[in-house]
């Protein structure tokens, strides 16, 4: 998704509010009932193999210091887009929804209210990049929570990685290891963009994934041959493997979307192609050999599908579901852009997509089997641009100019978060997922908020569903949902109005109620409004995901920091919290 850059070679306590909210649970049934649409299309599977390219005993620790490639930033002080900046649309202010929407009262925050928060503390932000790579934005939120094998008494660790920079922190935010920039992590001069990571509790195993070139030649002219950066660490130490995500040369896979089953690690990328990046083709999968990954093998077997597409539209943002904890990996879509690459006004309905036989990547019996399932969700739309505390105004940092934003970008429709996996009552697994979308009801104007789903694999179908907003017309950007296996649901995500900091909020499906986790410190300020981006973005997603040894929810998004944590051409932060 878009980001952009400019190249330069938090600790404070949570103020805990309640926000009124609105919050359907199963806001709409029929549409969740109607008949699905099964495709049987047949892609091909190209077998490849990825060399090891790093590897520690001791983990990240034991890896050396990795500058970054001026091949891919320029290390003078001065704004560049980064070419994983191919989101094919910006906002529609004339889209709205039906359906449950934003109520009519102000929020009011209650300074005492009770709230589940059990941990608290800052994460990175636009400073510390800034210091390690480069200033860039906006943030992409990257969340993992684990046991890490190669620290000394195996410490329950939470990892974050964002944008170009990674630290690993206790529960209570103190600093394990970092802040490093992501060329370290990865071991890679040439790794830059779009960072995520999961834990596997089955294999005891960390993966992280970011957007790279090929470590022997780096991006070509035209940028057309991306490969993903995986990383790997558990009780075997640390290893780095690079996986083709440009159709061997001809574009450019951005925001690659991670998840796993049983026998594979699944990466998911968007395929723009042609010199001018301008022909979007679809989404992509790598289906990699988890075993070979773990195992931390010399050489590692993957194949590519794709590109995919749905009733005819390419499909971008292809999510993979995380953990499935069966033999089969899931992935959900949503339609934010129709066939001729134009804003989907208004949409109702999510791609489901299974893939099996995913062993044979390992064994080389057989190859993966890819379908997918049209089916009928409620309805969402694009979302609008968000009112802000930003006035408009503009000084100069370095010879740029920085805009105080009274609008932030909320991007599309797409699938903005994690798609987390709790286990289906009539077999099978449910899915869970969230996205962006405006909301408009009688009397206030219209607003985004987030649109959940639950989807039965065994039922294809939508089961649950429903919105968040805020009274008053405050904005929800970015939301994240996780579903535990108690059956209690978060969703967390940016909140932010005229009179409202963008902050850190959450709230529990099918209650009322959402909580301010920390005060924004200010408005957002950027180097992004002006030439050549003119785009005031916020965030690309949030993210929400388990703690496997406690049953915790951990969530993170973006918000602005103490003063102290703010970097001259950009002030983004981010928040990290658990609850349960």
């Not at 008949?35 to 005993?57: E, F, N, P, W």
């Not at 620790?61 to 490639?69: E, I, N, Y």
Request: net charge negative.
């Amino acid at each position: 998704m878009k980001r952009f850059a400019i190249i330069a070679t938090l600790g404070a306590a949570g103020v805990f509010a309640l926000v009124p909210a609105v919050v359907s649970h199963a806001a709409t049934t029929a549409p969740a009932t109607a008949a699905a649409t099964t495709a049987s299309t047949s892609y091909s599977t190209t077998i490849a193999h990825a060399t090891r390219s790093a590897d520690s005993a001791t983990g990240v620790k034991g890896f050396a210091h990795v500058t970054p490639s001026t091949a891919i930033e320029s290390a003078a002080k001065t704004p560049r887009a980064l070419t994983s900046t191919k989101s094919p649309a910006g906002p529609d202010p004339a889209a709205s929804a039906t359906g449950s929407g934003a109520a009519t009262t102000s929020p009011q925050a209650t300074a005492k209210a009770k709230t589940g928060v059990t941990n608290a503390f800052d994460g990175l932000n636009d400073l510390t990049n800034d210091q390690l790579y480069g200033a860039l934005t906006p943030p992409d939120q990257g969340l993992c929570v684990g046991p890490d094998h190669t620290v000394a008494g195996v410490p329950d660790a939470v990892w974050e990685v964002v944008n170009n920079i990674a630290e690993e922190y206790t529960k209570s935010g103190s600093a394990i290891l970092g802040p490093v920039n992501t060329p370290t992590l990865f071991q890679d001069q040439y790794a830059f963009s779009d960072p995520r990571c999961l834990f596997d509790p089955s294999t005891q195993s960390f993966y992280f994934t970011e957007i790279s070139f090929p470590a022997a030649t780096g991006p070509n002219s035209t940028e057309t041959n991306t490969v993903d950066d995986l990383l790997v660490i558990n009780s075997k130490g640390a290893a780095t493997y690079q996986f083709d995500s440009s159709l061997f040369g001809q574009c450019l896979g951005d925001q690659p979307k991670v998840g796993f089953d049983n026998n594979a690690i699944v990466i998911s990328t968007d395929e723009y192609c042609g010199s001018t990046l301008s022909n979007y083709e679809g989404a992509i999968i790598d289906v990699i050999s988890k075993s070979q990954v773990v195992n931390e093998a010399s050489t590692v077997n993957y194949g590519i599908l794709g590109p995919v597409a749905l009733n005819g539209d390419p499909v971008v943002g292809l999510d993979p579901a995380i953990n499935t904890g069966t033999s089969t990996a899931y992935f959900l879509n949503s339609v934010p852009f129709l066939a001729n690459g134009n804003n989907n006004p208004v949409s109702s309905t999510l791609g489901l997509w299974s893939l099996t036989n995913t062993e044979s990547i390992t064994t080389g019996k057989g190859a993966p089997t890819l379908s997918s399932t049209a089916i009928t969700s409620e309805q969402y739309a694009f979302p609008v641009p968000a009112p802000s505390t930003g006035n408009g105004s503009t000084t100069t940092y370095n010879s740029t100019t920085i805009t105080s934003e009274a609008t932030l970008n909320p991007d599309d429709s797409r699938l903005s978060a994690p798609v987390n996996v709790t286990l289906g009552s009539g077999g099978g697994v449910n899915l869970w997922t969230s996205l962006d979308t405006a909301l408009a009801s009688s009397g206030a104007p219209t607003a985004d908020g987030a649109a959940w789903f639950e989807v039965s694999t065994a039922k294809k179908k939508v089961i649950e569903q429903g919105y968040v907003a805020a009274k008053g017309g405050a904005s929800l950007l970015y939301p994240a949902v996780y579903a535990s296996s108690k059956g209690t649901g978060e969703i967390v995500y940016t909140i932010t109005s005229p009179s409202i900091n963008p902050s850190p909020a959450y709230n529990v499906i099918g209650k009322s109620g959402i909580t301010i986790v920390a005060n924004g410190s200010g408005p957002h300020w950027s180097f992004s409004d002006a030439a050549p981006f003119f785009s005031p973005r916020w965030g690309d997603y949030s993210w929400a995901g388990p703690d496997p040894e406690t049953g915790q929810i951990w969530l993170a998004t973006e918000y602005i920091p103490p003063t102290s944590e703010w970097d001259g051409y950009d002030n983004w932060g981010t928040y990290v919290f658990s609850v349960g």
